[in-house]
């Protein structure tokens, strides 16, 4: 609630105060009051992220386009489709805001350290998959461990709501007190739970792969969360995603095509997990949860279809480790589509659908879910076969009057 007195900072008072001065419409004035943590947010990134870039260039810790990084067997060079050589680590400008701004406004309580743990494990295997360029198995683990410290965290997976009709998920649950901090184990909700942060770690994750896209797309979600979290107040979704529209406001600023610098695995590795966490913690449904994600989600069910019949690996470590150029932006790309306006285009589907989500209530959330659904594979498909067309024209341009008659 908005007087939860974990909040330590006067800096809301003061705010609000000086925002009495000034008329503003009942309606916006709850907005507006975040202003002053969306502006401490800007400024952080601002500030560090050349720093950040500086340091990166000087130890060599960068993204080259079409060459292995650090090497290694397992990349896939044809995936790195930017221009000139960018620095990587950049997504640690807008994750020391976050745990700095945590740890000054909240207490730590049994919310806060879950997710200050969870998202530290990522951000240090991010910084270290920039620096080495992690094997498949390493990050997958890494990822796994986040997800698990999330799991055990208080934050449950209670219950689905379909149609009306609520599934249990909470059959079995244990809720253990050690010292000061509250745990909780729900089955199958913990299972599922887990599945999903994984999940959307990697297809917030495999967005990344056109300059500005996963940060465009994050900007959008974690602003719609923000307005969710204002209605259903709750003061630390409120404050975070505040703070993290503005940082990723700034980022932008350097990260927008062509790119000054790269947030890398230390913010790739992240936003999934940190807007999946966010979403449960401002009580958003899951179903509006996965309509703001629908972009990445269905991309990702997508690559992971075609790669398992592309492939047809063993198991699904296997699976993770190809590493390929099937993606949406990928396909608009290669129709020599600019970087930037790949960027608005994916801006401008996650804005439309994840709008749908904010105003959509009861059956109408799902027939938004579903004809989003439609929609986003609908142009997927379309991208695919004029995709198909454009190479069957290349070829045909590519073959001389002489070749069609060769044996």
């Given at each position: 609630m908005f007087d939860d007195p974990i909040i330590k900072t006067k800096i809301l008072e003061i705010w609000t105060s000086l925002m009495d001065k000034i008329y503003i419409p009942g309606s916006l004035e709850k907005y507006i009051s975040f202003l002053p943590i969306l502006i401490i947010g800007f400024v952080i990134t601002f500030v560090l992220t050349p720093i950040i870039g500086n340091i990166a260039k000087k130890n060599n810790i960068v993204y080259v386009p079409n060459v292995k990084r650090k090497g290694k067997k397992f990349d896939n060079?044809?995936?790195a489709m930017h221009k000139g050589i960018i620095p990587a680590l950049g997504g640690l400008g807008v994750m020391i805001p976050i745990f700095l701004v945590t740890l000054v406004f909240f207490k730590i309580d049994s919310i806060t350290l879950p997710l200050l743990i969870a998202l530290g494990i990522l951000t240090i295997g991010g910084v270290l998959d920039d620096i080495f360029n992690l094997p498949a198995k390493v990050q997958f683990g890494i990822q796994i461990l986040a997800a698990l410290v999330i799991c055990t965290s208080i934050l449950d997976l209670e219950s689905f709501t379909i149609f009306g009709t609520s599934i249990p998920?909470?059959?079995l649950k244990v809720q253990p007190v050690i010292g000061k901090f509250a745990f909780s184990l729900t089955f199958p909700g913990d299972l599922f739970l887990l599945c999903w942060l994984v999940f959307c770690i990697n297809s917030f994750k495999w967005i990344?792969?056109?300059?500005?896209?996963?940060?465009g797309n994050a900007l959008i979600v974690t602003s719609l969360?923000?307005?969710?979290s204002i209605r259903h107040q709750v003061l630390f979704s409120?404050?975070?995603?505040s703070l993290i529209v503005g940082s990723l406001l700034a980022f932008l600023i350097f990260a927008y095509p062509p790119p000054l610098i790269m947030s890398g695995s230390p913010g790739k590795s992240v936003y999934g997990l940190l807007i999946c966490t966010l979403a449960l913690i401002s009580q958003t449904k899951f179903a509006t949860t996965l309509i703001l994600l629908l972009l990445p989600t269905l991309d990702a069910i997508y690559v992971v279809i075609r790669r398992y019949i592309d492939y047809k690996p063993k198991n699904p470590l296997e699976l993770m480790k190809i590493s390929g150029t099937t993606h949406f932006h990928h396909r608009l790309l290669k129709m020599d589509t600019p970087p930037q306006k790949v960027f608005w285009i994916e801006f401008g589907i996650t804005l439309l659908i994840g709008s749908l989500a904010i105003v959509a209530t009861g059956a109408l959330r799902y027939?938004?879910?579903?004809?989003g659904i439609i929609f986003i594979i609908a142009i997927i498909l379309l991208l695919k076969?004029?995709?198909?067309q454009k190479e069957n024209s290349k070829s045909h341009k590519e073959e001389s009057s002489e070749s069609k008659y060769s044996y």
């Open positions: 060079p044809d995936k998920m909470d059959l990344g792969g056109s300059p500005g896209l996963i940060e969360i923000f307005i969710i409120s404050t975070l995603s027939f938004c879910l579903i004809w076969l004029k995709a198909a």
